[in-house]
């Protein structure tokens, strides 16, 4: 069964605070994304990551960065937080052979 | 233009019914298929993968592609509360090599006993 697991499930943190969201694939899968989830817009790719050290930027990477150390781990990095990234974030990897990406529970994360 | 177009709902059925979902979209390049069924804060899981046109059937479930029109529908058969969900299409392009993914925002829908 493929898991892909997230560090924290609810998270409040203050304006200009950095944060760090984490997550763990157990797919091997060389492939890991970070997206947001926000009502009304739905879905939206921040960053993502094809290989250990490598990365490449989403949609919307504005006010975050990545880190890819290992490849079963994907970091998603606010440098200084803002109270417009208060959001839903949810990391996804896709199994060994197929286009179908397994999402984590996600972290929503609150920034006051 | 959203790439993906997909009606936010709420759609409200009685258990029993016949659910279609639906979604529209703008980039002929697709060609992976896909719905998501997401619960009230939980993470997207997958509910159906099809690959370019036609229909698969998976139990209650059914996706259907129809590519010349640029739209995709998922049917619920004999809807049950535990249906209660947001259901998100999402699709992506052959060959991309690195599976990115473009969702619609989702449909809510509540299923009453």
């Known amino acids: 069964d493929v898991k892909v697991t997230q560090s924290s499930r609810y998270l409040v943190k203050r304006t200009g605070e950095k944060v760090f969201l984490e997550c763990v694939q157990d797919m091997d899968h060389e492939n890991m994304f970070w997206y947001r989830q926000d009502p009304g817009l739905g879905l939206r790719l921040i960053y993502f990551s094809y290989d250990v050290k490598m990365k490449e930027k989403g949609d919307i990477p504005e006010g975050y960065s990545v880190s890819r150390e290992k490849k079963e781990r994907f970091s998603l990095i606010l440098e200084s937080a803002s109270t417009n990234q208060t959001s839903m974030y949810l990391c996804?990897?896709?199994?060994?052979?197929?286009?179908?990406?397994?999402f984590g529970p996600g972290t929503r994360l609150t920034v006051t | 233009q959203k790439e993906v177009e997909q009606d936010p709902g709420p759609l409200s059925v009685p258990e029993g019914a016949i659910v279609s979902l639906n979604c529209t979209y703008s980039?002929?390049?697709?060609?992976?298929f896909m719905w998501y069924r997401q619960y009230s804060r939980k993470g997207p899981e997958l509910l159906m993968y099809t690959y370019s046109s036609g229909n698969k059937e998976d139990g209650r479930f059914t996706a259907q592609v129809d590519k010349s029109s640029k739209y995709i529908s998922l049917f619920i058969r004999d809807s049950q509360p535990s249906d209660s969900a947001t259901y998100l299409c999402?699709?992506?392009?052959?060959?991309?090599?690195?599976?990115?993914?473009?969702f619609g925002t989702g449909t809510r829908l509540l299923v009453s006993p």
């Open positions: 999402a699709m992506s392009e052959v060959n991309t090599g690195f599976q990115k993914l473009v």
């Open positions: 980039n002929s390049a697709f060609q992976y």
């Open positions: 996804a990897s896709p199994a060994r052979t197929s286009y179908e990406q397994y």
